[in-house]
């Protein structure tokens, strides 16, 4: 009776310091989240590790996605209590009418996720807690908000399991990644049948493929190749050109690469391939008429991944799924579906004027 009485103790004593410790976490004096100005939040990022953060959070993309969509880029930054560092958040901001758009990252802004760079060591209480306070910060300036999370596991982080609870909308999207670590013969051995064909017939029809010389010019003629490419399908080309001039900086600082293909002498596809760390990442590729007859973007794929290979490049990105046409083209290729995740939060006054603003657009 005497030790059942003793362990009684004990078990309230580890209950009533657990509570303690949640509460604690619960505690929104210990979460102080503020916005930034870009230079003191590349301040905060040097204090990471430059080979494990992505070129997503670094000055060359954030001030590349600026200078192409027209968006202003912001800090978040949450500090505990005595003002030392728990995570930082690169923010996009649009203005659309009299609503303020937010995201880490925002859609149609050609990146792949972002959200906060936690320090080590934070568990996942702490790392919802950070996301909560963000979230506050963030909702009294936002109509929008936009979260978009890195999960190489498909499983979204834990510490967002309770994001949905804020009221915002999960959103699913599909991808095609290949471990290119498996080394050349066994990355041709993994494709289908019929993307070794096609990379065989393009060989056989002449076609020649090589990194490309790129610079505005080469940029310009990429950039009407692809409109092209929309047109034959009555769209319209969503990406501003300037987007794509302005990717020379990531090409000339070693962060991308571009491949042409090119039959008697004339380019008849292309495609720009962006590298982050130890990833390769499928950010644009199109072809005219020739290039489709001669199966050229299947060749450039080739070459690419080949180049990946002598860099030290772990995983390629097909970068998404959702049109069958290309679907098909990409699944050639092999590779692991995964998820990658997005949540969305709307005000009430935007969902109420979205649907409007949609039609006049």
Known sequence: NGCKSILKFLNNKVMSL?????????????????????????????GFSNTTVSVYYQSIWLNLIQASFGVKARGLVTLNSEGHLLAITPVML????????????LSGL?????????????????????????????????????????????NPPLYLNKIENLGYTHIERKTLVL?????EENLWMSFKGRARTSIRKAKKCGVIVKVANSSEQWFMAYYE???????????????????????????????????????????????????DNKNLLYLSGTSNDEGMR??????????????ALSFGI????????????????????????????????????????????????
């Open 179 to 183: 471990d290119i670590s498996i080394g």
């Open 18 to 46: 657990t509570n303690k410790n949640s509460k604690e976490l619960l505690d929104e004096s210990l979460y102080l989240s503020k916005w930034i100005d870009l230079e003191e939040y590349f301040d905060y990022l040097k």
């Open 94 to 105: 649009s203005q659309k009418g009299p609503f303020k758009l937010l995201g880490s990252p």
């Open 294 to 307: 001669y199966s050229a973007s299947s060749l450039i794929q080739w070459k690419a991944m080949c180049l």
């Open 110 to 154: 050609n990146t792949s996720y972002s959200g906060p760079l936690f320090i080590d060591q934070l568990s996942i209480k702490q790392k919802e807690n950070i996301i909560y306070s963000q979230h506050k910060l963030t909702l009294m300036i936002g109509s929008y908000i936009e979260w978009g999370i890195n999960s190489p596991q498909s």
């Open 225 to 275: 190749m692809l409109g092209n490419t929309f047109n034959k399908q009555n769209k319209v080309n969503p990406h501003p050109e300037i987007f794509f001039k302005n990717i020379q900086s990531l090409v000339d600082a070693g962060e991308a690469y571009c491949v042409q293909a090119e039959f008697e002498g004339r380019i008849i596809a292309a495609a720009i391939f962006l590298m």
């Open 314 to 361: 772990i995983n390629y990105d097909m970068n998404g799924l959702g049109i069958a046409s290309i679907d098909k083209f990409k699944r050639g290729f092999g590779g692991r579906e995964i998820t990658n995740h997005r949540w969305v939060y709307k005000t009430k006054a935007f969902k109420a004027i979205e649907p409007i603003a949609k039609w006049m657009t």
